[in-house]
């Protein structure tokens, strides 16, 4: 088959998914509370956040007002945060989440994530987990902002990666300071039998923004390209998969460094709930540019068929350096994290990187 029926086959998927927008990945903001300090956080989470944690029940009511009937089978609600296991009523909150009939998964720096915890929350029915680890222990410190976390970060890998009731898999954020260590990450995780590994880069929001050592060049960007490419070209049956992540369109890169082609999905069957409780897409898109409703004030559910105009129909974005790109139809203006504050055109553009 050749690549432009690929690509004319995947805008027709693409399309229709647009269309039919069935919700099937919620994020919830459950707290801005967190115990380290990040150099990439994009919401800038402070150990004492001036955000109260939202109620349990206020987040109930915002799920229970979808239909049973349009909850998918494979519907997942993530808890972020900040970190999510600052909050006392975890175990409460999977109990609950799972008596609707939903899934649950959970984003985490892993601090907190020892057996005993590991078993309460498979005892309240989590059935995902990543966990984030950001280079060797010098490195991933300096980007974490603590002394001693990257020891009880491993630990954390090492029991999730063991445990074979849930889906399990390891974020890196790839930044000049850990580019050259991707091999020993890589054989790190091997060694503990993680059989997922999710590599992501930054874009200039957050306390990124004016943090040059965050940020690749364009031949940095493609070496990790190349990176990726050969160890999925190479992999062996069982071993660890190595994905970049959804950011947006790589050009000749795409089906090398993924499973599927690039797709955002951030409202097209991605939303979340953040702790005002605004209702968005992505935690990290701009939340005062693109939130859709308030759960305080709206019904969730009718938010989510009526509204995220913006993101259901891209062609606002072709502005710019996107004006008149030959690949827009493929990329459509990139990932909507992108488009933050004030900005014209688009933040960071994947493609020019890769060629």
Known sequence: ????I???LWRLFRSNETKVHELNYLFWECTTRCNLHCRHCGSDCKIASQDTDMPLDDFLRAIDTIPRKAIPREFTVVLTGGEPLLRPDIEEIGKAIRKRGMGWSMV???FFYDQKMHARLLGAG?????ISLDGLEEEHEWMRGRKGCFAKTLQAIG????????NFDVVTCVNKKNKEQLEEIYNRLSGLGVKQWRIFTVIPIGRAADDPDM???PAEFKALMEFIKEKRLNAAPGSMNVTFS???YLGDYEMKVRQTPYMCRAGISVASVLIDGRICACPNIDRDRFSQGNIYDDNFYEVW????GDFRDRRWAKVGQCKDCKVFDRCLGNGMHNWHGSCKEVLNCHYKKTL
């Open 305 to 308: 068929q009526t509204r995220f």
């Open 108 to 110: 985490s720096n892993g």
């Open 6 to 8: 690929k690509w004319w």
């Open 246 to 248: 959804c950011e947006g």
């Open 215 to 217: 940020h690749l060049d």
């Open 159 to 166: 029991i999730a990666a063991r445990e074979p009731r849930i």
């Open 126 to 130: 989590m059935g995902a987990l990543t």
């Open 1 to 4: 088959m050749s690549s432009y």
